[in-house]
């Protein structure tokens, strides 16, 4: 619904930027007509161009700069799209029609909205595309950083063919962007002529250079995300805890004695916190491992609050009134092979009591060294999360964990000081994240034999090569293969597409 409205403002802008537009150029027409021309902008329904050549002139001279170290990158290039070609025929061809229900949540975007992402089961692996939409599978309040580095990889391909082109003296005629509703799309006006006449391996160097460009701007992207904690160590603690940096109002750990914004959580239980990774492996310990308290037998004695048992409908034995709801019953995990203790099998204890005067976390009655080991009589979906905060008294929460991850954010950024807030460095590495993922996205599905990609010209081009002519002499054959290979592979990537977005829409209405 938040995309749909977002979406309807947008349409209602470019409405409105089309009135003016006709409005100028009846009314002033020699003025904005100047004004468009200067500035290189173009409105159209539902569109915005900007088209420059003032860049032509630095594009010439970065290429000229380093001409050896662009020769080999380019060279380099060529040979790791030819190689990206038949994998990504084949992945999309499987992933058109395999249909599987358990995927990871990897995903690796394309130019707008195309991801591909891996599909483990316990008997095979495959690989799959998903579809990646802002407010349907990706968070609406991230569709600037989806919307950034969508711009910035579009750049980045579309300076690569321009180096490339410079470098082979083909004429750069203007560079420029497209804005098609909210997805930005640059492009390189080449000299078409100067670049059909060039020889086979100097035109797929200019047709390779976008999606070379892409891998490697994915690659640093990469490595200056996995290199965030380090980059900024000078500012952030970001090895030995975790700060809360968003509360949701209706979360069950919000109030007086809950969670706050800015709190720094160093442990749950006996698992220590020292990323965001590890906050979610904690709070999934929980329920997989539910704690257990080692407690002395004089403090059992002073607390036990126990009423005549019963059982629940679930089974548990509950020990406590009904109305305490601070106490929990407590059941004796009795050795075998320890000595008889005049303890109860089971008894009601006050839950924060317990917890602070305990001596430590147990499985079992031979773990404690101090007392007896007790564990909270409890169903499977619940779990009592000692959660502790640094200079602050320790949370409780009695509930499943996922009421924590569905309305409690956490940065692994604890700042060092107030002027750098987490968000500043959480945002410069979601951007790299996404920069990561549409830059390798891009440049698998550029490489695709579809019309409109790269992919398209590349197959075109290798049929032009000497050793395929003399194999079919008749250039009618060698046109009707490009047809058939490109009208092929679009029709997989249409497929493809329809299959993604009718399943991640199902997904999206079967959530609601």
């Known amino acids: ?65 380093y001409p050896k170290i662009l020769d080999c990158s380019f060279n380099i290039g060529v040979y790791f799209s030819l190689l990206l070609m038949p994998f990504a025929v084949v992945m999309i061809v499987i992933s058109s ?50 919307i950034a580095a969508l711009a910035i990889n579009s750049v980045v391909h579309e300076l690569g063919h321009g180096l490339a082109a410079v470098l082979e003296d083909v004429q750069i005629k203007g560079f420029g962007i497209h804005v098609l509703l909210i997805i ?23 047709m390779c250079a976008g999606i ?54 160093k442990s749950i239980n006996s698992c220590n916190i020292h990323h965001e990774e590890s906050w979610f492996g904690c709070l999934l310990q929980t329920i997989h491992s539910p704690p257990a308290y080692c407690v002395s037998t004089d403090f059992v004695h002073l607390n036990d609050e126990s009423v005549p048992m019963s059982h ?26 320890e000595d008889d203790v005049a303890l109860p ?80 460095a959480d945002s410069i590495q979601l951007l790299l994240k996404y920069v990561t993922v549409f830059a390798l996205g891009l440049a698998f599905i550029n490489v695709m034999p579809c019309y409109g990609f790269d992919g398209q010209h590349i197959v075109n081009t290798l049929l032009t090569d000497g050793s395929i002519q003399q194999r079919i002499p008749q250039k009618s054959k060698r046109d009707m293969i490009s047809l058939a290979v490109n009208v092929v592979g679009t029709l997989f990537v249409f497929i493809l597409l329809i299959k993604v977005f009718w399943l991640s829409l199902h997904r999206v209405l079967s959530s609601v």
């Open 1 to 65: 619904m938040e995309l749909i409205v977002i979406l309807g403002i947008v349409v209602v802008i470019y409405v409105v930027l089309l009135f003016f537009d006709g409005f100028f150029k009846s009314c002033m027409h020699y003025p904005y007509d100047a004004f468009l021309r200067g500035t290189g902008l173009t409105v159209k329904f539902l569109r915005l161009q900007w088209h420059t050549v003032a860049l032509n002139r630095s594009i010439v001279k970065w290429s000229t700069k």
């Open 97 to 146: 029609f395999h249909t599987s229900s358990h995927r990871s949540s990897t995903r690796v975007t394309a130019p707008g909205v195309v991801g591909a992402g891996s599909d483990t089961h316990p008997d095979r692996r495959t690989v799959e595309i998903d579809l990646l939409v802002p407010g349907l599978n990706l968070p609406i309040n991230e569709i600037g950083y989806y």
């Open 184 to 206: 930005p799309m640059a492009y390189t006006q080449l000299d078409s002529d100067q670049l059909n006449t060039l020889k086979v391996w100097k035109k797929l160097r200019v």
């Open 212 to 265: 070379w460009h892409n891998l490697i701007l994915g690659l640093i992207a990469y490595l200056l995300f996995i290199a965030t904690p380090v980059l900024f160590s000078a500012l952030y603690r970001t090895s030995d805890a975790v700060i809360v940096t968003s509360l949701k109002d209706k979360s069950p750990l919000a109030g007086a004695r809950g969670l706050e914004h800015g709190d720094i959580i």
């Open 312 to 337: 629940k409908n679930d089974g548990l034995i509950e020990c406590c009134d009904s109305d305490n709801t601070a106490s929990s019953c407590f059941e004796y995990m009795i050795d075998a092979n």
């Open 345 to 424: 099998q089971h008894m009601c204890l006050n839950i924060r009591k317990t917890i602070e005067n305990s001596f430590g976390y147990c499985q079992n009655n031979g773990q404690c060294s101090e007392g007896h080991c007790f564990k909270p009589s409890i169903n499977n979906f619940t779990t009592i999360m000692q959660i502790r905060r640094e200079s602050k008294q320790d949370v409780i929460y009695i509930g499943h964990p996922g009421d924590i991850t569905r309305t409690v954010t956490v940065s692994r950024f604890v700042p060092k000081t107030r002027l750098f807030a987490p968000r500043f």
